[in-house]
């Protein structure tokens, strides 16, 4: 669906201006018009999906609001193109009126999400089929915008986690740049006036300024920026499963990342059993979803186990990825019933372990960055004051 840059004048001569998806310009003026707006003129956009990425945060907020608008009365087509026209992501816009589109001429709303995969991913797909089946859309949605705001939970966490410990490396990079840039040239050519041997740590220090205010450091950046995208193509792509053992043998970050994936699942699984879906199909969604190796294992095996008829809890007793606590709050969800509920404790568990794991490392991360900016600063003014000891030393 293109995507619109608009100008128009309201009912009492105010000029306003927007940006809307729209089928075509008549489409468009009518949108307006409905608003209060008459169109004077409008250009069509082209909205590459780099330049907006459709986060958890837009996902989320987008499934809140059409359980609001559900809740109010509202027929699903018309909560869709609601969405869609109050939706600020040119490609959200797009998706949702093609998904509007879809369920008024009888697709099922399950069928239409799946053909977004950045909206539906196997997880959401089931929700939103369980809850068509089951005829309670509303609460479908909601369990979606709920899955999707403990993502972007998450991910905030992460973030402000890491925030700290990468400001101070960017101020390392920064300062030592500029001590290579600035300083060290005056410095270099004041140490040739004096036409005497250099110590060699200076020597060092100058061919490294020489070198990095040269061209050359401007192909080697290109390079390293050219390396980094075919990597990153690379481990996105076929070689996720490589990327995914390095990660899990590195000390720390491997425990990390398993926790996290953990926390995920769990979650996952809490609320597909809310949704009304089984509990053996539940596991099988969730251990095709899961990226990492060693809980996608422990989740086929758990599968296995409960699909032959064991109950969740002692299926759970005899793997190495399952603690007892959480163990012992699962079997206290299967006797009252509540195993939705007990899932979600469960994965909250993880989740608190992560985050003590994020605060430990961030404790160990920041002086050790710091330590070493203050190591290399101090080796600068070593580099930088040898020659003029010397000098002295000399007269």
């Given amino acids: 669906m293109p995507y619109f840059k608009w100008v128009g004048v309201d009912v009492v001569g105010v000029a306003k201006r927007g940006k809307q998806a729209a089928y075509s310009a008549q489409d468009l003026s009518e949108q307006l018009l409905r608003r209060g707006i008459a169109l004077l003129k409008c250009k069509s956009m082209y909205a590459p999906s780099f330049v907006w990425p459709i986060t958890a945060q837009i996902k989320a907020h987008v499934f809140q609001q059409q359980v609001k608008l559900l809740r109010a009365g509202i027929l699903l087509p018309n909560v869709l193109e609601i ?3 109050q939706a600020c992501n040119p490609i959200m816009c797009d998706a949702l009126f093609s998904i509007a589109r879809d369920v008024r001429h009888g697709v099922s709303l399950s069928k239409s999400f799946e053909k977004h995969i950045f909206l539906c991913d196997p ?22 915008a709920l899955y999707f705001h403990k993502q972007y939970t ?32 005056r410095f270099a050519d004041m140490f040739s006036s004096l036409q005497q041997e250099l110590p060699p740590l200076t020597q060092i220090m100058i061919r490294m300024s020489e070198f990095i205010c040269s061209v050359a450091m401007l192909y080697v950046l290109l390079v390293c920026g050219i390396t980094a995208i075919l990597v990153y193509r690379y481990f996105s ?49 969730v251990s ?3 990226d990492h190796d060693v809980v996608k294992s422990q989740f ?15 299926a759970m007793n005899g793997m190495s990825i399952f603690m007892p606590e959480l163990i012992a709050l699962i079997h206290v969800g299967e006797e009252s019933g509540t195993l939705g509920h007990s899932l979600e404790s469960a994965a909250l568990v993880y989740n608190n372990k992560l985050e003590e794991s994020l605060r430990r490392f961030i404790f160990f991360l920041q002086p050790t960055v710091i330590i070493i900016l203050g ?5 600068l003014i070593f580099a930088v004051y040898l020659p003029i000891m010397q000098l002295s030393h000399v007269l």
């Fill in 375 to 379: 190591l290399m600063v101090t080796i």
């Fill in 123 to 144: 997880i959401v797909a089931v929700m939103l089929k369980a809850g068509h089946e089951s005829g309670n859309i509303t609460t479908a949605l909601e369990h979606v």
């Fill in 237 to 285: 792509t076929s070689g996720k499963k490589v990327w995914n053992n390095i990660v899990s043998r590195i000390p720390f970050v491997g425990m990390a990342v398993w926790q996290h994936h953990m926390c995920q699942a769990l979650q996952a699984l809490a609320l597909l059993v809310s949704s009304g879906v089984s509990l053996v199909e539940g596991i099988k969604i």
């Fill in 300 to 314: 086929v095996e758990l599968h296995d186990k409960v699909a032959s008829g064991q109950l969740l809890s002692n």
């Fill in 288 to 290: 095709d979803s899961v």
């Fill in 83 to 85: 969405s869609a026209q």
């Fill in 154 to 185: 998450f991910n905030k966490s992460i973030r402000a986690a890491l925030a700290m410990p990468f400001l101070t490396l960017l101020f390392f990079i920064g300062i030592s740049a500029f001590i290579f840039i600035f300083i060290i040239p």
